[in-house]
């Protein structure tokens, strides 16, 4: 069956020696991998491998069987053409940790449009910032909505959180309760728009501390959440 759809690239790997096998997020079916068969082969091939960098965003016509692993793929092009993600060190390393995140994190093979429309926004409002230190911090809090674990958006005058069971509190419950200046960030980002960003001020010591809490709570609400290998890319970019 040809269908249309659109997609966010999550991942690719190299299939023998000229198959390329692409892992998305798509609009329609949620996660889908995706075989390119010979796109290695040929230098004409070889040229659509840029449709497949890290968090690209693709329309493209699929031949989907439902009783397959892996999906076909035709007529392939961008549905935004990022014009700095890819070649600004500092965004192609937010890109490479927030993709392998990503690729962990998301597993549903089923629609979730709305879930689709936040990374496609968050993404091309990346690309067009000229501030953006922060927005990793930022997309994985939002993402938590989508996921399911959002923090509970009350009692935000109590002086811990905790990390287990996504609530405020007032009193230290142990090893997963947060306070000082990692709640006092997590205070500020909740319920902020990314455009409101540049007024949350924080050093790299703060920003890699406050990540590694994020990092954290991902790992207490979702099986199998590994913490990303590009994390240290990120926090040597941002040092």
Do not use: W
Not at 87 to 96: E, Q, W
Not at 155 to 176: H, K, V
Not at 214 to 233: M, N
């Amino acid at each position: 069956m040809l269908t249309k759809n659109q997609g966010i690239v999550l991942s690719k790997l190299k299939y023998r020696d000229n198959d390329l096998i692409v892992k998305c997020y798509t609009k329609e079916r949620g996660v889908v991998s995706y075989i390119l068969r010979g796109v290695l082969k040929s230098k004409k091939g070889s040229s659509k491998t840029i449709y497949y960098q890290a968090l690209s965003q693709l329309q493209f016509e699929e031949v989907f069987k439902t009783n397959r692993s892996l999906q076909g793929i035709n007529d392939v092009k961008f549905s935004y053409i990022y014009r700095s993600v890819h070649s600004n060190i500092y965004k192609s390393s937010i890109v490479l940790f927030l993709s392998e995140i990503l690729s962990n994190a998301l597993k549903e093979e089923e629609k979730n449009e709305s879930l689709f429309n936040y990374l496609e926004i968050a993404l091309q409002y990346l690309d067009n910032s000229e501030q953006y230190s922060n927005f990793h911090l930022l997309f994985l809090l939002k993402l938590t909505r989508y996921l399911g674990f959002q923090p509970e958006n009350k009692n935000l005058e109590f002086p811990y959180f905790n990390l287990e069971s996504g609530i405020f509190e007032s009193f230290n419950y142990g090893i997963y309760s947060i306070s000082g200046e990692n709640l006092t960030l997590l205070k500020q980002l909740l319920g902020i728009n990314f455009d409101a960003l540049q007024s949350i001020k924080i050093n790299a010591k703060q920003r890699r501390e406050f990540l590694n809490v994020l990092l954290h709570y991902f790992e207490l609400h979702l099986d199998g959440f590994k913490k990303p290998k590009s994390l240290q890319v990120l926090n040597e970019v941002f040092h």
